[in-house]
């Protein structure tokens, strides 16, 4: 069969032509000059977490994780709309940063030493932006509103899950009986709670809020303060692009700092007049960026924090449209609060 | 004229009960399936007329066609489909011009380089890349592109299969046995996770583009073996006797070979493509935004959780409406290509 060796030999030439055009390597640049250069932050994002990212009825992206995004393109771009979203699944996330195939990946990823670490995933994490934990989700009518209350009643959770030890780590270490029914997954875990089979029904505090916003009486349902777990959720980026990883860490804490200074999208230009025509105001003034030059320090431009802020608004802006309380999944901000109103979210000095 | 009426209601009454009714014991058995049916039907009515609410249906339409394509440039999209549509429905009813009935293969052949060129863009459309794809347009276009690429490599192997020449004859038989070992959904997790982690940092393929990859990948091994089967039933004597007339191997195999065995194994090729076009969903848990990935991404949306019965139903009827399509159109093309008496007589 002639037509077989010339096809062989054809693959064979191929293969050689693709070898030699791999050995072209990409300069070391840091992906944050990538970004700028390509005009278009693509960030990871999941697209199926009801208040974190899901997509709206005309196709856009929405939620938390995607306004963190926004915020990012807003600091690197100047443009929050220059944005890629590439929905990603729990499996893939990792490698899509690794091979480039995303600049960062904003995606309910929890924070742990073995993903920071350079012999485990090898990424860095940018600062927490959502305080997950476990939590308890009981009806109003029941009257039960902590732990303690929960004594010797039965509680639905998810099978052979951390979940299912943490509320027995929770129940052991207050030295409390309780009844856990176990079921396979969450939907069914819903179900037995709607049953009535159990007082209260456990898993993290963001999925409690999305299951309860599909109930027929969301406003029946009450989710306890207790927090049995931390889940610290952080936007990530390769752990070797020290740059792109400190633009993000100072991206975020300017958005906690803003919120602590009370500037808002819609007072952000009253303040930079207010800091350029006050110079004794100096912290609010390298804040904006008039003074000290913070912003090149890590790669952006002086006015980063203006930028962002009138785009995406601050922290607080962020957290109320899309888990606050007229939201459609509302979660009570919690540890999310501000380190002065109770929570634990504290930026380091802009200096 | 009522007695017409009268009698035919007669003897379908007679009818009935001769079917249905003829003893006690097949009576009960149709009473009680007729039961379970109206049972079935009663609660499937009232479920669609009470409980459901099909706003994440209606509002969502153009998502579940198009994914993020940009909201603009959604008549591209709209175009292809709707020219593969009417080419569908010009190949089963249309012909009576023989002009048309001879072009038809070409327009079939148009369709894919007019569709990557309305989906890609660039000379003079706006550019759009692979990722906003999404949708029944995503599910179609990996469809197509699957199987067209998997059938001249399914082709190849089959002949490989075949051949006398031994390390040929060996890789492509491992290579086809290897494939047919593996899971589909390992050889697409292959795909989306671990090629571009073998790929050398600089080049990349796109998303879509590897799960074509991997999709032909597995396709055309099983391609192969359905192909084999055609192939093995041409008696030999068919190539003795083109080899008394003077054709060389390549003739052979182009004009005596390869057609008569597309032609026996079509129904199963047939059963291929119905196949594929319902794996394709097995990549909304690989992130791509195919029909069912919209589907998926809908429900996370607050407005519409918890509305899975709906969004499923849906998603079920728009696959089966396009497997039908196909499922005709194949066997339209069957009827066509079967060696009927009138082709003797011309011969």
């Known amino acids: ?351 | 004229m009522f007695n017409i009426n009268s009698d035919s209601i007669n003897t379908l009454f007679q009818k009935v009960r001769k079917l249905l009714f003829s003893n006690l014991f097949n009576t009960v058995l149709s009473l009680v399936i007729l039961l379970i049916i109206s049972l079935v039907f009663f609660n499937i009515y009232k479920w669609f007329s009470l409980n459901s609410s099909w706003e994440v249906v209606t509002t969502n339409l153009p998502l579940y066609a198009f994914g993020s394509f940009p909201t603009d440039q959604q008549w591209r999209p709209a175009t292809w489909m709707i020219c593969l549509l009417f080419i569908s429905l010009l190949t089963l009813f249309g012909p009576k011009w023989k002009w048309l009935r001879k072009n038809l293969l070409l327009a079939w052949i148009i369709t894919i380089p007019l569709g990557l060129y309305l989906l890609y863009g660039g000379f003079g459309l706006s550019p759009i890349m692979s990722r906003q794809w999404g949708g029944l347009t995503l599910t179609l276009l990996l469809t197509i592109f699957s199987a067209l690429l998997s059938l001249p490599l399914g082709i190849i192997l089959a002949l490989c299969r075949q051949s006398s020449l031994p390390l040929i004859q060996k890789s492509s038989s491992i290579y086809i046995d290897v494939m047919r070992a593996i899971p589909l959904i390992s050889v697409l997790f292959f795909g989306q996770l671990l090629i571009p982690l073998f790929l050398p940092v600089g080049i990349e393929i796109d998303r879509v583009w590897r799960a074509i990859f991997a999709f032909t990948l597995f396709l055309s091994a099983y391609i192969a073996e359905d192909l084999r089967g055609g192939l093995q039933s041409i008696p030999n004597t068919q190539i003795e006797s083109a080899n008394s007339l003077g054709l060389n191997q390549v003739q052979i195999i182009r004009f005596i070979l390869v057609p008569q065995a597309l032609r026996i194994a079509l129904p199963s090729l047939t059963n291929q493509a119905i196949g594929l076009f319902q794996n394709t969903s097995l990549m909304a848990i690989l992130g791509l935004v195919e029909l069912l990935g919209v589907g998926r991404s809908i429900l996370a949306n607050p407005e519409f959780i918890g509305q899975y019965i709906e969004v499923y139903v849906w998603l079920a009827s728009v696959y089966w409406m396009v497997c039908t399509i196909m499922a005709v159109l194949a066997r339209h093309l069957e009827q066509r290509m079967t060696i009927n008496k009138t082709n003797f007589q011309k011969l």
């Open chain 1, 1 to 351: 069969m002639k037509i077989m060796r010339r096809f062989v030999s054809g693959i064979v030439g191929l293969t050689m032509l693709l070898t030699g055009c791999a050995t072209t390597n990409q300069a070391n640049n840091s992906r944050l000059d990538l970004i700028k250069k390509r005009n278009e932050l693509i960030c990871g994002v999941s697209g199926k977490i009801p208040g974190f990212s899901f997509l709206e009825s005309d196709g856009s992206y929405k939620g938390l994780d995607v306004d963190i995004c926004k915020a990012f393109a807003a600091a690197f771009i100047g443009d929050a709309k220059k944005i890629q979203f590439r929905p990603l699944t729990a499996a893939e996330r990792f490698t899509a940063i690794k091979t480039g195939e995303i600049d960062l990946l904003s995606r309910n990823t929890t924070f742990t030493l073995s993903r920071d670490s350079s012999e485990g995933n090898g990424l860095s994490f940018a600062p927490v932006v959502f305080h997950d934990g476990q939590g308890l989700m009981v009806k109003q009518e029941s009257g039960l509103n902590n732990l303690e209350d929960l004594a010797n009643k039965s509680i639905c959770v998810g099978s052979g899950t951390t979940t299912e030890q943490n509320i027995n780590d929770a129940f052991e270490s207050a030295s409390l009986p309780y009844t856990p029914i176990k079921y396979q997954d969450l939907n069914q875990v819903v179900a037995g709670y709607l049953q009535g089979r159990c007082s209260a029904m456990t898993s993290d505090r963001s999925q409690l809020a999305a299951a309860r916003s599909g109930f027929k009486d969301p406003l029946d349902h009450i989710i306890l303060d207790d927090v049995l777990s931390k889940e610290p959720l952080a936007p990530a980026s390769d752990g070797q692009d020290q740059k792109l990883g400190d633009a993000m860490r100072w991206v975020i804490f300017a958005l906690i700092s803003a919120e602590e200074q009370g500037i808002t999208k819609s007072n952000i230009y009253e303040k930079v007049q207010l800091a350029k025509n006050n110079p004794e105001l100096k912290p609010l003034r390298r804040f904006l960026g008039i003074d000290g030059g913070l912003g090149e320090k890590i790669g952006l431009s002086n006015d980063f924090v203006v930028k962002v802020i009138s785009s995406t608004g601050n922290y607080g802006e962020i957290y109320e449209r899309n888990l606050g309380k007229n939201s459609e999944v509302p979660i009570p901000r919690g540890l999310n609060e501000l380190y002065t109103k109770g929570g634990i979210h504290i930026s380091p000095p802009f200096n």
